[in-house]
């Protein structure tokens, strides 16, 4: 059998719909890290070699992931999709089940969402160790327990470590291995999946002069804090939480905790705010139809977001019991 190795995280069958008109085969990609812009084919772009892939320990590599899940799902979306893409397209409840749950996964399985999970981890692990570190006789139930089993030399003491645990995070480093972070990012798929389907969905259509894009995080999740900042990646469960999916340079997916109709033909300014948060959430690559100066523009402006962490650390590190209370 052979294997797939070459794993697009954006499908194919869905960048197609993205390809200039006038240039066949290709569309324009800007690369956030690298500050150009330049045309590309769909079958080269998305794709990262044995992203999804595993090794089994006789080394042979394992593509059950691609074969078995992603594959079948994009077979069975590929259909409501490209049905939704026709001009007097009208989404039905039938759709939203359907596509739920391919929405689910295209906001999981992409490196920026692995990354988030990454960050997450990392996070955890820090805080896990402070907490530890103001919890002496959690420390030293530890201690003891190790020292019984002869892991560790009896003469280390509890206000040793705890001086070692209180400054974790500037002494200590974790790394969560990318294939770990990619499972943790999946396993939240189920979660998103029930949340989309909780959400009121609408077809959006663009007007003839302007264009929606895409980008290699496409599902995206805006939501305001009690603030007014501006919060991307997480809190599908917020009520006032807005999730956007472009199908095509004249159509996208509008999800909110609001009523709203099932097709709204919408207006340069909805279509030019669903760009920049689209450009704005995606990790490197912003992917466009047509290259166009106000494209350019666009990218430029939102090519700093790239270095920006994925999520908040201060929203863990400011639970001092967030580990404690959870009974670790």
């Known amino acids: 059998m052979t294997v797939t190795e070459r794993n697009h995280y954006l499908p194919q069958f869905y960048l197609r719909a993205f390809v200039s008109p006038h240039e066949p085969r290709v569309f324009w990609v800007y690369d956030k890290r690298a500050k150009v812009l330049k045309p590309q084919t769909p079958i080269n772009t998305g794709i990262q070699r044995n992203f999804y892939n595993l090794e089994n320990p006789d080394e042979s590599i394992d593509d059950t992931l691609e074969r078995e899940v992603f594959t079948p799902l994009e077979t069975a979306s590929k259909p409501v999709i490209d049905r939704l893409l026709a001009p007097k397209a009208r989404l039905v409840e039938h759709d939203i089940e359907g596509l739920a749950g391919f929405l689910a996964f295209m906001a999981t399985r992409v490196p920026r969402s692995m990354r988030a999970a990454q960050e997450m981890g990392e996070a955890m692990a820090v805080k896990y160790f402070l907490d530890l570190g103001k919890n002496p006789n959690h420390i030293k139930r530890i201690l003891n327990a190790l020292q019984e089993q002869g892991k560790i030399d009896k003469d280390i003491t509890v206000e040793e470590t705890q001086k070692m645990f209180e400054r974790a995070d500037r002494d200590f480093k ?26 009121n969905w609408c077809l959006c259509r663009a007007p003839s002069n302007t264009n929606f894009l895409c980008g290699d995080s496409p599902l995206v999740c805006f939501a305001l804090d009690d603030d007014g900042k501006a919060a991307f990646g997480g809190g599908y469960s917020l009520p006032t939480v807005e999730v956007t999916f472009p199908m095509s340079p004249n159509k996208c997916l509008y999800l909110a905790r609001k009523h709203t109709q099932k097709y709204r033909a919408v207006g340069q300014d909805f279509v030019n705010e669903i760009n920049r948060r689209t450009a704005w959430s995606a990790e490197r690559f912003i992917i466009s139809t047509y290259k166009t100066e106000q494209i350019k523009s666009l990218c430029e402006w939102v090519s700093g977001s790239a270095e920006l962490p994925k999520i908040d650390k201060n929203e863990i590190m400011s639970d001092r019991n967030f580990l404690f209370r959870r009974g670790h």
């Open 174 to 199: 974790f790394d969560m291995k990318e294939k770990v972070a990619l499972m943790v990012s999946l396993m939240m798929s189920e979660d998103v999946h029930l949340q989309l389907l909780k959400m």
